[in-house]
């Protein structure tokens, strides 16, 4: 058994020995498939890192100026000055929770015009939701995509690496060669593309995660704005009475 083993290791090792197995040498060898796919998740990578880049910066800007936000529009909301609390949200449209109140503001005060006082309250509540889920779907978007880059990569890349193995064993035939010198070139060139698609896949799949409890946290954080809100609104309208 050892001999086997020792004479396994040997041949592999002459093989290397032997063999070119720097990238430019592979991919002149690669068969069209094995190139198309290995185009295809480079592409997906671009794009991938893209859509992390544009996310990170995102919520970066939408973190800054929602600290900026929520200790000016204070002061406003507790003067009662409306106009000046929406102003001060249209200057911070990159803030996630500045978007939400300046839409439950804009719905408070044209409603307080057109409805009765049992509705204005309700129609702003109305207003917040929607203006969240407006908020919520511009956070999310491009993650959809990171979802489906990390679940499908991998077999994308095993995909071109059973092309490439087929290619090998095909040569195999044509040349009635034997041995595993014979195999050692294909099999390393189609295992390209499983790396390959495995290093598409890993980056995609923790920047999903990571950016998706971002997201949750940003969530959290435009309800709580939304409920307070909605207080501030029953309490001004019942000062009214």
Excluded: C
């Amino acid at each position: 058994m050892s001999a086997t083993l020792y004479s396994f290791a040997a041949l592999l090792f002459q093989t290397t020995q032997t063999s070119n197995w720097d990238l430019r040498t592979m991919w002149s060898t690669m068969s069209t498939l094995p190139r198309v796919i290995v185009v295809i998740l480079f592409l997906l990578s671009i794009y991938s890192f893209g859509v992390m880049i544009d996310r990170a910066l995102m919520y970066s800007a939408a973190r800054k100026q929602s600290r900026l936000f929520v200790q000016q529009v204070a002061g406003a909301l507790r003067e009662g000055k409306l106009d000046e609390a929406i102003s001060i949200a249209e200057r911070n449209k990159k803030s996630h929770i500045a978007k939400v109140v300046a839409t439950g503001l804009s719905e408070f005060q044209s409603a307080s015009q057109q409805v009765s006082d049992a509705e204005v309250v309700e129609a702003a509540r109305r207003g917040l939701e929607r203006s969240v889920a407006i908020v919520h779907a511009e956070m999310k978007r491009g993650l959809s995509a990171l979802a489906t880059i990390g679940s499908t990569a991998p077999f994308v890349g095993l995909f071109g690496t059973v092309v490439g193995i087929l290619n090998a064993f095909k040569g195999i035939e044509t040349s009635k060669a034997t041995g595993l010198s014979a195999v050692a070139g294909g099999i390393a060139e189609a295992l390209v593309t499983t790396a390959l698609g495995l290093l598409v896949a890993v980056p995609a799949v923790w920047a999903y995660n990571y950016f998706t409890n971002k997201v949750e946290a940003f969530d959290v954080e435009m309800d709580n704005s939304s409920m307070e809100l909605i207080n501030y609104f029953i309490l001004r309208r019942g000062g009214k009475k």
